[in-house]
């Protein structure tokens, strides 16, 4: 409040909890990174505070709560807030494992931290029931959830330093024999210690611990009991309720769960049938019958999801089917969307209750089928998507049996220079599209083709004049390529003799005296061993060559651009050198579009080059022209020319949606955050269902965001489309989509 700042908690993966400052246009690198990095990895930014799991201070999983202490001021009055204030502008935070709060000064940076990371302090532990959601209420107290027994708790100042019980110890109802367990739930300074009494007097031996066991209670010794702790520790004591054992000689239920039997295993999607059947105990002492075969009205049948062993200090439960009374049993169907971690189970609770008020509870584990999963990429490795989430190809996994799982990949994609557009997915898909995880180990490949690559060839001289009469002489080979990564210069025919190799770029090579007139050069692009083959030809040149004596009878001439293409800017613009030879001439002439257009440049014969500014354009054509004793700028005395093709920067997009898919509201209507990426553009637009769709969004190039209203359907496509320079709203310029889908 007031100061403009947003802090982000993140809930890392495996290692680290995060502390982000929310600032525009920043990327903190989920899910690609999680805790800091020295210096930060691939652009992203580092938290300004975090802390590993489970390893030093503080001691916790994951950060599930937070605020600023900065309530409104109070009215007029002497304490103008109710915590010191010293705390205001604090960040206060808290972890569901390690149950502590602690604060943190948003602008002191620790000067040991190599991460620069802020001061933190510890304000509070021992915090009872798994808290989430921390917050400063309009009284200036802090206030959290617990989620283990789902009650709101409150901090106040001053704390009392003495310990306070939160949760007294119960009534308990046992029959004789069995177990009776008491249990007390305190706060203050640590450490605290406790002292069980029975009847108010110590009990011998019991822990100093929070709850105590009576293991074996008779009736005739335990019956009426009574039970308290306290609590203590250095500033002071506290007394608990007393709680009152009751023991009867009636011995509770014995419940059997007939379904689902055990060791059961589910795939997602499967109905998993519960049923149950008990059976009331006898009087311990009488022998007498109880209530005999119980009923449903006895039953109560409760499923939770359950996620990690239960050794794992990661273990925790989510709601699955909710504690339900009054029937034989049920069924439930486990879901195909959800938890895509393989490591998850449920557990069965089935508890029976007599009319004596006794009840045992027991339960039935149900596990996940795996499968082995595989996904990449050909002919070369690119990254791919699964559930949302960046991975390098290849990329194995595990999941749960008929699970739906989301893989994909963006388009085009960028590597060593080259750019790789999406073709099809092995099993048929779309660019993005769920699967059924199958029963048995399988593999998904995302096919892409490279783009074409483009380029020139030219031979210099060209016609070659030789003075021997031979008909072979020597030329000067020059190319360019892009979009390669390794062509090739070829000799008469796609596949003839080898004469040079090179990357992309630009080069040149000098033949031996072996040419001969009409010799075609051919400049193939051999990236990733594609065929020698005319497919795969960017250019090809046809070498000609004369006798002197035979020039000697009329002016000759020859003049190649290099590089040709060139690359455009976005307006079209672009630059390249001539280079341009005569003989039997005394004066040529370069001219731009028509022998008689705008004069470039001059010279006497021979060999001659100069580059152009950046104002080339595609198609312009230079003319070299023979002015020799004055001869006119015609047709008639084109010695030879050369058209300009342009190149732009090859544009690179892609779009993506989340949620993808989304969740519907009752009419199938929902929305999504349209996030997309575009470079060697001027201009991009955003467009629903087609190409020339109504539009969304316009931007220029970099990376934007934008929501979408409660509108989106399933099936809806998103076109990204490339409008620089007036570019038509038709598919030859479309740089991704997204298609979205419903849960």
């Avoid at 822990?207 to 203590?232: H, W």
């Avoid at 999607?269 to 008990?278: K, P």
């Amino acid at each position: 409040r007031t100061t403009g700042r947003m802090f982000i908690d993140d809930v890392g993966a495996s290692t680290w909890e995060e502390i982000n400052e929310g600032l525009r246009g920043r990327n903190y690198g989920w899910p690609i990174e999680e805790g800091p990095a020295t210096p930060p990895a691939n652009g992203f930014t580092n938290p300004i505070y975090a802390y590993q799991h489970f390893t030093g201070t503080p001691h916790g999983c994951a950060i599930t709560g937070g605020d600023f202490y900065n309530p409104p001021q109070r009215c007029a009055g002497d304490t103008p807030y109710g915590f010191p204030a010293s705390y205001v502008g604090q960040y206060f935070f808290l972890d569901l494992c390690g149950g502590f709060i602690y604060t943190m000064d948003p602008d002191e940076i620790d000067p040991t931290s190599p991460y620069h990371f802020r001061h933190v302090h510890p304000f509070a532990s021992g915090i009872h029931g798994s808290p989430t959601y921390l917050i400063v209420g309009p009284d200036t107290n802090l206030y959290y959830i617990s989620r283990d027994d789902g009650a709101v708790y409150q901090i106040r100042y001053p704390a009392s330093l003495a310990p306070t019980i939160g949760t007294e110890p119960a009534d308990t109802l046992v029959g004789q024999g069995w177990p009776a367990t008491f249990n007390v739930d305190a706060s203050g300074v640590l450490p605290l210690h406790y002292r069980w009494q029975r009847n108010d007097a110590d009990i011998p031996g019991a822990a100093d611990a929070p709850s105590y066991t009576i293991q074996n209670p008779t009736v005739a010794n335990d019956d009426g009991a009574t039970y308290r702790c306290i609590v203590s520790n250095s500033y002071g004591n506290v007394t608990t309720r007393e709680a009152v054992l009751s023991v009867t000689t009636k011995q509770p239920p014995v419940p059997t769960i007939t379904m689902p039997g055990p060791n059961t295993y589910y795939d997602a999607g499967d109905l998993i049938v519960f049923r149950g059947a008990a059976v009331d105990g006898h009087d311990i002492v009488t022998g007498d019958p109880q209530d005999g075969v119980l009923g449903p009205s006895a039953f109560t049948w409760q499923i939770l999801f359950e996620h990690h062993p239960l050794n794992n200090p990661n273990h925790h439960t989510h709601p699955f089917f909710p504690p339900t009374t009054g029937i034989i049993g049920s069924s439930v169907t486990i879901p195909v969307i959800g938890e895509t971690d393989p490591d998850v189970w449920y557990r069965i609770f089935f508890t029976a209750t007599d009319s004596y008020g006794l009840s045992t509870t027991i339960s039935r584990d149900i596990y996940p089928r795996h499968v082995h999963l595989g996904v990449t990429t050909t002919p070369v490795r690119l990254p791919v998507k699964v559930d949302g989430s960046p991975k390098h190809s290849p990329f194995d996994f595990w999941s749960v049996v008929h699970l739906l799982r989301t893989i994909g990949v963006d388009t085009p994609q960028i590597k060593d220079g080259l750019v790789y557009d999406f073709v099809s997915w092995s099993d048929g898909g779309r660019q993005f599209h769920n699967i059924s995880a199958p029963a048995t180990e399988t593999g998904y490949i995302a096919y892409f083709w490279k783009r074409p690559g483009y380029g020139s060839i030219t031979a210099n001289p060209n016609p070659i004049i030789v003075p021997d009469g031979s008909g072979m002489g020597a030329t000067t080979l020059s190319w360019t390529s892009r979009q390669t990564s390794n062509v090739e210069v070829r000799l008469g025919a796609p596949a003839g003799s080898l004469l040079a190799r090179s990357g992309a770029g630009s080069f040149s090579q000098t033949t031996n005296n072996t040419i001969r007139d009409g010799t075609k050069i051919f400049l193939q692009d051999a990236t990733a061993n594609q065929p020698l083959t005319s497919a795969y030809t960017l250019d090809l040149v046809t070498v000609h060559v004369v006798d002197a004596a035979a020039a000697a009878q009329g002016p000759i001439g020859s003049i190649r651009a290099a590089p040709n293409p060139f690359v455009a800017d976005q307006n079209g613009f672009g630059q390249t050198t001539l280079t341009w030879t005569s003989t039997g001439t005394t004066r040529v002439e370069v001219h731009i579009n028509s022998p008689n257009g705008p004069m470039f440049a001059g010279s006497d014969p021979g060999t001659f080059s100069m580059a152009t500014g950046h104002w080339v354009t595609d198609g312009m054509t230079f003319y070299l022209q023979n002015v020799s004793d004055g001869l006119p700028l015609t047709a008639d005395n084109t010695l030879a020319s050369v058209r300009m093709r342009g190149a732009s920067p090859v544009p690179v997009g892609s779009i993506v949606a989340n949620p993808n898919p989304f969740t519907p509201d009752a009419h199938g209507l929902g929305q999504t955050t349209l996030t997309w990426t575009s470079i060697g553009t001027s201009r991009v637009e955003i467009h629903v269902n087609a190409p020339a769709g109504n539009r969304v969004a316009v931007t220029g190039p970099g990376t934007f965001s934008t929501a979408t209203g409660q509108w989106v359907r399933n099936g809806m496509t998103f076109y990204l489309q490339n409008v620089s320079n007036g570019l038509p709203l038709t598919s030859d310029n479309t740089l991704g989509t997204v298609t979205l889908g419903s849960r």
